[in-house]
């Protein structure tokens, strides 16, 4: 992979925490930046598509009463647990 060089300003004493766990990792700060952009990215891209399935899912239409969730959660630990409640509200035909 190739990189290119990026520069950008930094508060002192959250470089000064950077080049302690770098130091730590036997890595160099600017990987440990590197690293955490590329994880900071990928969460967002996560988030993204997970926003978008949710959001594929909800047009169906179907959903599970806020009763029927507070039941199943109320049963947890007990000796009748329930199972994952099934929609119950449908909002198109």
């Known amino acids: ?7 950008f ?8 925490n950077l080049d302690l ?12 930046a590197s690293h955490a952009i ?7 891209e996560e ?5 978008e399935r949710a959001v594929l899912e909800a047009d169906k239409g179907a ?5 029927a969730v507070h039941e199943w959660m109320d ?3 007990t000796e009748n647990e329930l199972p994952k409640p099934e ?3 449908f909002l198109k035909s």
């Open 21 to 32: 766990e770098a130091q730590a990792e036997d890595r160099s700060s600017s990987y440990l």
């Open 63 to 67: 959903f599970v009463s806020q009763k």
């Open 1 to 7: 992979m190739s990189t290119v060089p990026f520069t």
């Open 87 to 89: 929609a119950d509200i």
């Open 75 to 77: 049963s947890w630990d």
């Open 9 to 16: 300003r930094i508060e002192t004493e959250l470089k000064k």
């Open 47 to 51: 988030k993204k598509q997970a926003v």
């Open 38 to 44: 590329k994880m900071m990215l990928e969460l967002k």
